[in-house]
Each structure stands twice: as C-alpha cells, then as structure tokens.
C-alpha cells in the first residue's frame, strides 16, 4: 500500500479541482497512481467539476455574518444570477460564512476547514458537480472587537445574510450591547450607500493622496493660478476629498442636516451609555474588480454556421 502524502493529494486537487478528501481517497483506492486517481474520480462524476474551472464566475452572493464581538463577509461567485436563486447554493454560502466566522478570514484556512465528512473544498466542488458551474470562494474579510459589536447589513438581501451588497463596522465601546447593534447596522448601512475608502484621511493609500494632490495642482496651473497659491487651494480641495471618502468625515446619511458621521457617533454616545470608537468596516459589493466575459452572440452563431 503507497503511502499518500499531502503533496500528493495537492497535486491531484490541483488537477482536477475536486476537494482534499475525495483526493486523498481516490488515492488510496488507486496505490497513489496519480493518472489512476484521476479515472477513478472520473467514473465517480466527481472530477467534471474541474472542466468548469475555466469559467468566470462573476456573480453569485457575498454573505454577512456576525456573533457579538466579531463578524465576517464573505464572496462566493458563480457564473450565472440564476445560481444565486438556487437554494443547494444559498445555503453553501450561509455554511462558509458560518465556517469562517470560526477560522477566520483566511481563504486557504476555510476552504480546508472541515465540513461534515468532507472540507469546505469538497462541498464547493460537489455543488460544483450538481448545479453544473464553475463556483468559487473567492475572498473573506472579518473584523473583532475587545468590547462592543460588529454589525452587518446585506443590501439586496436573497436570504438571511446573503446578497448582492456586504458590510460589517466594528464598534469598541463598553456601552449597551444593544444600542451599538442598532447603531452598528445604521453604520454599516451608511458604508453601503456612501462607499467609503477609508475610515479617515490617515488610511488612505499614500499613491492615491498624491494623485489627487498632482491632479488638483495640474488643474489650478491650467488655469494660471499663482504656484504661491496653489498649494494652499490644494490643501483645501483635499479637506474636500476627504469628506468625500472618508467614513468618520462623511456626510451621515441618516441625518437630514447633513452632520458628519463623526459628529453622529459622537452624539450616540448619550444613548449608548460610554464613548464609542469605530475601529474598521468592510465592504464587499458583489463581482467588484472581477472583469466579465462579453460575448457577441451573432458572432458565436456565424463562427458555428461557418459564416466569417
């Protein structure tokens, strides 16, 4: 009997996209033959779930979870709408937001977290097989607190934390539980809607503040304004940027005077019962950064008919 190492089944997962356990057993079934395995998972209908592996898979559904102090979001993408309307693919989606709410945000670490008799990886690539698309996890982000709560929103929700939209804020208080949930959610509704960058001007990417920088100056010497002048217009078109990206100097759009968000949080306080502090908020928008395949179907028709 060949002794199956982890590199073995590595490699094999790799080939053929089917998860770590039903590698390791095809393995063993086979004497560690690697193109053996390979039949093997073949004849069980496990391994077509890798011929969809080319695919691009740009919708699908991000998941919010949270418990108390901390919180997760999480972006499962499949190729077609159609699939997050599939209840087998919902509740995949609500099982690996729960896993990773355990394990942390690590993609690696969930997709090797065990599921039942299988992983995380497994239960991807059967769904993979049942439903016929390529379906992949594709990021994961969570948030804790020492005290306090993370709170989630799911915009566009198809279930019960899963949708098109998710976000969670971190709030480090020791005030009342649920008055920072509420106040929580409206943040995290806030972060949906007004697309912050950063929390505050501090944790802005550095290349992004001095092209804007560059892109004001350039502008202000077209227009033959004084160089003796243009940096002080430069620095007051920044504070401008700033409240346009930055959560903390953000127009709250729960309050129809327009008060910054800072200001809003500040004044929560009374209710909430002790100083508040937002530490951090993610926001994943479903297929953000994915870049889709276009096709032009009268071509696809021509191209078959064998017309140019």
Same mark, same amino acid.
């Given at each position: 009997?060949?002794?199956?190492?982890?590199?073995?089944?590595?490699?094999?997962?790799?080939?053929?996209?089917?998860?770590?356990?039903?590698?390791?057993?095809?393995?063993?079934?086979?004497?560690?033959?690697?193109?053996?395995?390979?039949?093997?998972?073949?004849?069980?209908?496990?391994?077509?779930?890798?011929?969809?592996?080319?695919? *691009?898979? %740009?919708?699908?559904?991000? /998941? #919010? @979870?949270? &418990? $108390?102090?901390?919180?997760?979001?999480?972006? +499962?993408?499949? =190729?077609?709408?159609?699939?997050?309307?599939?209840?087998?693919?919902?509740?995949?989606?609500?099982?690996?937001?729960?896993?990773?709410?355990?394990?942390?945000?690590?993609?690696?670490?969930?997709?090797?977290?065990?599921?039942?008799?299988?992983?995380?990886?497994?239960?991807?690539?059967?769904?993979?097989?049942?439903?016929?698309?390529?379906?992949?996890?594709?990021?994961?982000?969570?948030?804790?607190?020492?005290?306090? *709560?993370? %709170?989630?929103?799911?915009? /566009? #929700? @198809?279930? &019960? $934390?899963?949708?098109?939209?998710?976000?969670? +804020?971190?709030? =480090?208080?020791?005030?009342?539980?649920?008055?920072?949930?509420?106040?929580?959610?409206?943040?995290?509704?806030?972060?949906?809607?007004?697309?912050?960058?950063?929390?505050?001007?501090?944790?802005?990417?550095?290349?992004?503040?001095?092209?804007?920088?560059?892109?004001?100056?350039?502008?202000?010497?077209?227009?033959?304004?004084?160089?003796?002048?243009?940096?002080?217009?430069?620095?007051?078109?920044?504070?401008?940027?700033?409240?346009?990206?930055?959560?903390?100097?953000?127009?709250?759009?729960?309050?129809?005077?327009?008060?910054?968000?800072?200001?809003?949080?500040?004044?929560?306080?009374?209710?909430?019962?002790?100083?508040?502090?937002?530490?951090?908020?993610?926001?994943?928008?479903?297929?953000?950064?994915?870049?889709?395949?276009?096709?032009?179907?009268?071509?696809?028709?021509?191209?078959?008919?064998?017309?140019?």
């Amino acid at each position: 009997m060949a002794t199956i190492t982890a590199a073995m089944v590595k490699e094999l997962r790799e080939t053929t996209g089917v998860g770590m356990m039903d590698c390791k057993q095809a393995l063993n079934e086979n004497d560690g033959n690697l193109e053996a395995a390979i039949d093997w998972l073949r004849k069980k209908g496990l391994s077509k779930a890798a011929k969809k592996a080319g695919r *691009v898979a %740009a919708e699908g559904l991000i /998941g #919010a @979870v949270t &418990d $108390g102090i901390k919180g997760v979001v999480i972006e +499962v993408n499949s =190729e077609t709408d159609f699939v997050a309307r599939n209840e087998q693919f919902q509740g995949l989606v609500k099982m690996i937001a729960q896993v990773a709410l355990k394990v942390g945000a690590d993609v690696d670490a969930i997709n090797a977290a065990p599921v039942g008799s299988s992983t995380v990886a497994g239960a991807i690539s059967d769904a993979i097989a049942t439903i016929g698309e390529n379906m992949t996890l594709r990021r994961a982000a969570s948030l804790e607190v020492t005290q306090g *709560v993370v %709170a989630s929103y799911v915009h /566009g #929700a @198809v279930i &019960d $934390g899963a949708g098109k939209m998710g976000v969670i +804020v971190a709030l =480090e208080s020791t005030g009342k539980a649920d008055e920072l949930a509420a106040l929580g959610r409206q943040l995290a509704m806030h972060v949906a809607a007004a697309n912050p960058q950063a929390l505050d001007s501090a944790g802005l990417d550095p290349d992004v503040v001095r092209r804007e920088r560059e892109v004001m100056a350039d502008k202000y010497r077209q227009q033959g304004k004084p160089e003796n002048m243009i940096e002080k217009i430069v620095e007051n078109g920044l504070k401008t940027y700033y409240k346009e990206v930055c959560l903390l100097e953000q127009a709250y759009i729960h309050d129809e005077k327009g008060k910054a968000v800072a200001q809003a949080v500040k004044e929560a306080e009374g209710k909430v019962g002790a100083p508040i502090k937002i530490t951090g908020f993610v926001r994943y928008a479903l297929g953000e950064g994915i870049e889709k395949q276009t096709s032009d179907f009268a071509a696809e028709v021509a191209a078959v008919s064998g017309q140019k």
